[in-house]
Each structure stands twice: as structure tokens, then as C-alpha cells.
């Protein structure tokens, strides 16, 4: 998976879709979160980290961040590799 190329990120975790005008905002661990991603880690990576480093409930972590994928695919911000 992979953050589309064209995404605008800001240090805020502001998003911005050049391509549709759309723009989305995130809280620090979804802008953490992106920036993983954009690291290339891998989804258990992701879980491990962020379990670690806020002591999160790793099943309700695990669904929430399902949840936050769904909502950047569904959004054009997230693609899937291919």
C-alpha cells in the first residue's frame, strides 16, 4: 500500500487531493500513521509501533486502524500496490 504520489501532506496532517480539490485533516497518530506508511512499513509494523509507543489496546487499535485505511482508500489517498 501506498500513499498516492499526488497527496499533499503538511507537518499538521493536513491532506490535499490536487487531483479532486478535496482536503481531510488527521490527528497526530493518523499523520504518524501516514508517515509509516509512506516508510513502507508494513501493516503489523504500523500495529507494533503505535501499540508501543501509546500502550493502545492492540485489537482496538488493529480495528481503528482498519477503519483509517478504509477511509483513505475510499478518499483516493491510499492505493493499494500493484
Known amino acids: 500500500m501506498n500513499i498516492n504520489k499526488n497527496i499533499a501532506i503538511s507537518e499538521s496532517g493536513f491532506l490535499f487531493n490536487p487531483s479532486t480539490g478535496d482536503s481531510f485533516s488527521t490527528n497526530p497518530i493518523g499523520k504518524e500513521i501516514i508517515t509509516l506508511i509512506k516508510e513502507e512499513q508494513t501493516?503489523?509494523?504500523?500495529?507494533?509501533?503505535?501499540?508501543?509507543?501509546?500502550?493502545?489496546?492492540?485489537?482496538t487499535f488493529e480495528k481503528d486502524l482498519a477503519d483509517f485505511l478504509y477511509i483513505l482508500k475510499i478518499n483516493h489517498i491510499l492505493k493499494e500496490d500493484e
Not at 45 to 57: E, F, P, S
Request: hydrophobic share 40%; aromatic share 6%.
Open 43 to 59: 501493516l503489523q509494523q504500523i500495529v507494533n509501533q503505535i501499540h508501543l509507543k501509546y500502550a493502545v489496546d492492540q485489537d
